[in-house]
């Protein structure tokens, strides 16, 4: 294979590789939304659904690493290419944590539809959006090489930190009014914290994301040329 | 550099890499144990030592990561050093998020402190231990590619689990018996789910150590001789 044919097969590899991470976060945020809307709709079944697990998302993230080392070993990319490809393998096991947290909140809604009902969910529905919007966009911002894209999901994560402790007040303010709500409370407290952790998965990401685009004038200039160092 | 030269170079700076990712590890296990002595000791100077910070640790994580992509670009590893690589980029970050968790813990000890002082820790300070000898054994593990370790710490997860709900039940029964040891409490009880946390990334580095070496023969067929590959 001469030196523009093996770079442009692995920038299709790439591409695909790219697409495929894309493909396993839309099935990660789906699990995190299955397990949001269990609890709002008091539906037992669904959190059934969430904890069973999914051997669509194992599968995808055991390919994932997969091309990823594939490619790194096979076309021994330089500068942008090789940050892109380390950054799938972190962004492949942040998106695997994201799914065991849809078990967490699932496991929590179980355990919150055991007890007496709450006056309301508080802000938690609204607080469940954020994250969700943040992780999409931290994956475009992957495809895409989109620092502000990027930048934008890095400057969310204080309005979900505000959210999450307005979250945290209204429901302790249950817990102090009446003793009953407590156990309820707690679990909402928990299922809070891990919509937190899934924007912390998403800023993981975004910070991925501007090292590779950012480091790119950085630290290539002492590596090899991009074509010679793909050529062997 | 002749093939010989080059391997044997890229040995000790991959022993280097190693031996500074411990480093790291060190210094986040002494910021944890710090918090959790802040918690014990009832010390407010502590806890903001902790939350300002470590610029030790923030230097040593950007080092870490520039000999990883250093060592990826210039030797172009196969085999178990591309996979020792990456897993040290992937480690790296795991040891920064476990700096975030004692920051976290000292903020919660802070909160707790604010309130009127609980019967005791319940069993907190003995959960503390677990998941800092989880994480020092992980770290050994990698150091060492020692796959028996990596799985004990795996082991060690479920009895951490147990833990967590023991003192999850104790802490519930505080509030249960005492609406004013409720904010205190719930305080401890996020304290214990950052224990956790630091648990769960002792077991991403053990996953990964066990990555490390068992994928070395099922996945370096379809690569290059070791040293052809580094020679170039």
């Known amino acids: 294979m001469d030196s523009t044919k093996a770079s442009r097969h692995f920038a ?7 697409k495929r991470v894309v493909e396993m976060g839309r099935l990660v945020e789906e699990r995190i939304q299955l397990a949001v809307h269990a609890l709002i709709d008091r539906n037992l079944g669904e959190t059934r659904t969430v904890v ?5 998302i194992d599968q995808l993230q055991v ?15 330089m500068a942008i290419d090789l940050r892109s490809l380390v950054a799938a ?16 909140i699932a496991e929590a809604t179980q355990r919150y539809l055991s007890h007496p009902r709450l006056p309301s969910l508080v802000d938690i529905p609204r607080m469940a959006e954020l994250p969700l919007a943040m992780l999409h966009d931290a994956l475009q911002s992957f495809i895409s090489n989109n620092v502000a894209l990027a930048q934008s999901v890095l400057d969310r994560d204080d309005t979900l930190d505000e959210l999450k402790m307005e979250v945290f007040r209204d429901l302790l303010s249950y817990m102090l009014h009446d003793a009953r709500t407590i156990e309820a409370a707690l679990n909402l407290v928990l ?22 685009v950012a480091a790119r004038d950085v630290r290539h200039v002492a590596a090899p040329p991009l074509t010679e160092a793909r050529a062997h």
């Open 12 to 18: 299709e590899e790439l591409d695909t590789l790219k």
């Open 52 to 56: 069973e697990g999914d051997t669509e």
């Open 191 to 212: 299922v809070s914290r891990h919509l937190e952790r899934v924007g912390d998965h998403a800023t993981n990401i975004a910070e991925d994301v501007i090292f590779i």
């Open 89 to 104: 393998v972190k962004i492949n096991s942040d998106l695997e944590r994201v799914g065991d947290l849809a078990v967490n």
């Open 63 to 77: 390919e994932v690493d997969d091309r990823c080392f594939t490619l790194l070993a096979l076309h021994q990319p």
